[in-house]
Antibody, heavy 123, light 107 residues
Framework: EVQVVESGGDLVQPGGSLRLSCAAS????????MDWARQAPGKGLEWVGR??????????KYAASVEGRFTISRDDSKNSLFLQMNSLKTDDTAVYYC??????????????WGRGTLVAVSS | DIQMTQSPSLLSASVGDRVTITCRAS??????LAWYQQKPEKAPESLIS???TLQSGVPSRFSGSGSGTDFTLTISSLQPEDFATYYC?????????FGQGTRLEIK
């Protein structure tokens, strides 16, 4: 069974940093691109960014709203995905989801999502 | 960026009704369009990809259509478990973008 489970959400002050993790199981993690998405309280879904697989150099793409502040990385040996968030703003308050990109390429949907982890940015 | 606009934002319907949600892209996206269902306090679930391909396990009362800029999600006969929020998403180009969501509520 495919599973992705996020962790690391917390209350953090504006300007602070936080690192989220996502543990994957039930599939060959190294074969898939992986995404982070988020959902602010009472709002819709927002894509945060993507990391490609090893054969694509682990290259990344980000939404403009997080570019330069957030960094996505992965450890294929541990089937884990990470989101390093720096210079956090109150607007970054959201549930953060880890999601699997369906196939090993760019032009695919997100076929499995985790249950999310809550990040609250407040003083 | 490609903007995705869903309509309506809120839809009231009854069990057994046929409902249609539309999604319009600000530029052509071929069939690189997915639909997701999200229930309160739950993760989104993939319903349809490639505009019309039903994901494994999704009931056949769900269907999708469209290409280019205009897309629809249809539920042929609403069941109680279908009351949720639905999002479209384009994956034609970066950044990936979602529609604002359509909340389907019981009339």
């Amino acid at each position: 069974e495919v599973q992705v489970v996020e962790s690391g959400g917390d209350l953090v002050q504006p300007g602070g940093s936080l690192r989220l993790s996502c543990a994957a199981s039930g599939f060959t993690f190294s074969d898939h691109y992986m995404d982070w998405a988020r959902q602010a309280p009472g709002k819709g879904l927002e894509w945060v960014g993507r990391i490609r697989k090893r054969s694509n150099g682990y290259s990344t793409k980000y939404a403009a709203s997080v570019e330069g502040r957030f960094t996505i990385s992965r450890d294929d040996s541990k089937n884990s995905l990470f989101l390093q968030m720096n210079s956090l703003k109150t607007d970054d308050t959201a549930v953060y989801y880890c999601a699997r990109v369906h196939n090993g390429g760019d032009l695919w949907h997100l076929d499995f999502w985790g249950r999310g982890t809550l990040v609250a940015v407040s003083s | 960026d490609i903007q995705m606009t869903q309509s309506p934002s809120l839809l009231s319907a009854s069990v057994g009704d046929r409902v249609t949600i539309t999604c319009r892209a600000s530029q052509g996206i071929s069939v690189k369009l997915a639909w997701y269902q999200q229930k309160p306090e739950k993760a989104p679930e993939s319903l349809i990809s490639g505009s019309s391909t039903l994901q494994s396990g999704v009931p056949s009362r769900f269907s999708g259509s469209g290409s280019g800029t205009d897309f629809t999600l249809t539920i042929s006969s609403l069941q109680p478990e279908d009351f949720a929020t639905y999002y479209c998403q384009q994956y034609f180009s970066y950044p990936v973008t979602f529609g604002q969501g359509t909340r389907l509520e019981i009339k």
